[in-house]
């Protein structure tokens, strides 16, 4: 009994891997069909690039009178199409090498016998005789049209899965602006400015509309955000600044702009403010008052009042505030400026009068 609750456990995780095994096969099998087009796509590519690159060449070097008799001409040899076999894949591609590896043979017999009759390789190799692409605008295991037809696939305002490999499921993803199953409807930002059975053209709508019938703003059917009707029907800017309260917080001011508005913070010398800078305050912030417009620094160490009120004490204005500090010669101790204790050479000097002119002399 005590050993059920982990056999069945262990039983229920072998079926989940056994199953996962499985999904991730049924998935990779449909991506390697795309991929074994692209594969074999790039074979035939490289072959007709290596075609080329050994138009100019000939057996070069070795060739002797018997062989030139014997062979037929370089450029319908043997030896230059392995010479181009052997460029067909980068050594790293595992897929490419097994499958000029596995159909080599077909290479061969294109190649001496059926070149003239079939001048396009990838026709002929790809999907007419290792069948792993299809005819173009065509997809899956049998070729079948896309979504559109073949000849305009998705009525050339979209992709269809798997076109031209023996994947995919021929259905349509849109470009931009286009949507539904055929990608002859406009997305919602998009109007239609031509349209019949098998052609549309979605063109942007104004900046203002959410969804529209025409390019101007008059022509929205819905204004965006940050956009609203006029009398005229048509979508204007709302001024998010002019609206009571401010959308902005208390040190920022507001700036309207084109469907929206930002918050910008205000200068540190003011208090509130309606625009960028010190002359823009509403107020002044503590430490800075108002000369003629703009906000400044007050210099609390020259005012009818002292503010360092200690003896022994300076006071330094600073941005916005001021400090009190000991003068020099004494240091802050308890609250209170003391005279620095006095160095070993002034402690050995005799009088007081020496140490000042020391010191007056440093
Ligand atoms: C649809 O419109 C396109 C572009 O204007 C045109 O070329 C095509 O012939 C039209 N098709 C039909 C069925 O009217």
Redesign the pocket.
């Known amino acids: 009994m005590l050993s059920t609750g982990p056999e069945l456990l262990r039983l229920l995780r072998l079926c989940f891997c056994v199953s996962l095994v499985l999904l991730s096969q049924v998935s990779g099998a449909k991506r390697d069909l795309k991929s074994a087009c692209i594969t074999c796509q790039q074979i035939t590519d490289n072959f007709n690039k290596g075609f080329d690159r050994t138009a100019k060449q000939n057996f070069g070097g070795g060739n002797t009178a018997w062989e030139e008799r014997k062979l037929s001409k370089y450029e319908t040899s043997e030896i230059r199409l392995m010479e181009i076999v052997e460029g067909l894949c980068e050594s790293s591609s595992f897929e490419c090498n097994r499958m000029v590896e596995e159909h080599e043979e077909h290479f061969e017999t294109w190649w001496f016998k059926r070149k003239t009759k079939h001048p396009d390789l990838h026709k002929w190799f790809c999907i007419e005789t290792i069948k792993v692409c299809c005819p173009k605008g065509t997809f899956g295991p049998d070729c079948n049209a896309c979504v559109g037809g073949s000849e305009t696939p998705c009525h050339g305002n979209g992709m269809c899965d798997g076109d031209g490999s023996r994947g995919g499921n021929g259905k349509c993803s849109c470009n931009d602006g286009y949507t539904g199953e055929f990608c002859l409807d406009c997305s919602d930002g998009y109007f239609n400015e ?1 349209r ?4 549309s053209l979605c063109t942007e709508c104004h900046t203002s509309c959410k969804t529209c019938t025409g390019a101007t703003h008059q022509d929205c059917d819905e204004c965006k955000e940050g956009w609203e009707e006029d009398d005229q029907e048509a979508c204007v800017d709302v001024n998010e600044c002019s609206k009571d309260p401010s959308p902005c917080k208390e040190d920022q001011f507001c700036l309207n702009t084109e469907g929206s508005y930002s918050c910008k913070a205000c200068d540190k010398v003011c208090s509130g403010c309606t625009g960028a800078g010190p002359d823009n305050c509403q107020s002044c912030a503590s430490g800075y008052q108002d000369t003629e417009g703009t906000c400044t620094d007050v210099d609390e160490c020259h005012q009818s009042e002292p503010v360092c009120t200690k003896e022994h004490e300076d006071c330094i204005n600073t941005e916005g505030s001021f400090v009190c500090v000991c003068s020099s010669g004494y240091e802050e101790k308890d609250g209170e400026c003391v005279q620095t204790p006095q160095q070993d050479e002034a402690v050995e000097s005799e009088s007081p009068e020496t140490t000042a002119t020391q010191r007056g002399e440093l």
């Open positions: 031509e019949n059975d098998t052609f």
